[in-house]
């Protein structure tokens, strides 16, 4: 049986990566600091303490686990991918999860090998600001290449927006959490803003099929096969939850009058975002229906504690525009 090892392994992209490679029989362990929850502790899942920044403790998982496939969900710097494919080098497959922010050029759709990456100075390789994400996870792509250059089989998946069960991140919530205690959901923009977005469970499944049949060297998209616009997700949700709402757009003028910068909606981006998927397609990877994968995020979201009004511009705020926009009509 193949033995695989999830740096990370326990909150969303990681979580969903161990069940699905035990589901195609897989054993599996798992590294991390044990600050979360462990949804997998009273499984045949190995728990190996230790700190993935620290190469020592690294180096003492590879020991003690010896894995055929690394998966590594939570290398945030380059230096965290060139200690990885130094100390897993002889590992069958080591897959990186980088995302579809790595992309600086703008394109539509962004495609692996064609589109640029973003540039990366030595000051972002190690800033942990939110501005330098997408710099530090472009250089970790180049540190897979240049690993696979030196015989390593390393390979990266990028991801767009993640969403679904265990979601944390509040991006989706926000939206479900709107529908579910308003009338009127406020939208930027005229609703046809595209940020393509990747349901969790078809990236673990992407991430699997990558380290069985990916090619090292190689980096692969991760997106719902359709994308979504912001009033359709808007509208998909409202039909899980069996809620009437009515949407109303905003334009800058409008969001002015609740001191609101449209940048400031969840999932909402100027430029449209999306990534082409028909690389990832092509090694036999399908996508779940946007429908099917929303209905299990609004199921989980309602079976959290979680509360999505935390999110986003407060609902105060919302209401200032609403009114202006009513003395329009």
């Known amino acids: 049986m193949t033995q695989a090892l999830v740096i990370g392994g326990t909150r969303f992209v990681g979580r969903h990566t161990v069940a699905e490679l035990r589901d195609h029989g897989y054993d599996v362990a798992i590294c991390n600091r044990g600050e979360h929850d462990n949804p997998f502790a009273d499984t045949a899942v190995e728990h190996v303490q230790g700190d993935r920044t620290d190469d020592g403790d690294l180096a003492d998982a590879a020991h003690a686990v010896a894995p055929d496939v690394v998966i590594d969900c939570v290398a945030y710097y380059p230096r965290d991918v060139r200690a990885a494919t130094r100390i897993f080098d002889d590992a069958d497959a080591y897959v990186y999860v980088s995302s579809g922010a790595a992309y600086g050029e703008e394109a539509i759709p962004k495609r692996e090998g064609e589109t640029g990456l973003h540039d ?131 334009g800058s003028r409008e969001l002015a009058a609740g001191d609101i910068d449209a940048g400031e909606f969840p999932l909402y981006r100027d430029y ?58």
């Open 120 to 250: 990366c100075t030595e000051e972002q390789a190690t800033d942990d600001s939110k501005g330098s994400y997408g710099p530090r996870k472009a250089e970790g792509d180049r540190a897979i290449f240049a690993a696979a250059e030196d015989g390593v089989a390393a390979s990266s998946v990028r991801p767009c927006n993640v969403y679904g069960p265990h979601d944390y991140t509040g991006r989706v919530d926000y939206w479900i959490e709107r529908v579910a205690n308003h009338d009127r959901v406020l939208v930027p923009g005229d609703g046809t803003n595209v940020w393509h977005r990747a349901y969790v469970e078809d990236v673990a499944a992407a991430i699997r099929t990558v380290a069985e049949n990916g090619e090292p060297g190689e980096a692969y998209n991760v997106g719902d096969r359709r994308a979504t616009t912001l009033d359709e997700l808007v509208e998909m949700i409202a039909t899980v939850l069996g809620e009437s709402v009515e949407i109303v757009h905003a």
């Open 272 to 329: 449209p975002h999306l990534l082409s998927t028909a690389k990832l397609s092509g090694l036999g990877w399908e996508a779940t229906p946007p429908e099917s994968a929303l209905q299990a995020t609004v199921d989980d979201y309602v079976e959290s504690d979680r509360d999505g009004s935390e999110y986003g511009p407060d609902r105060e705020a919302e209401a200032r525009v609403l009114g202006v926009l009513d003395t329009l009509t």
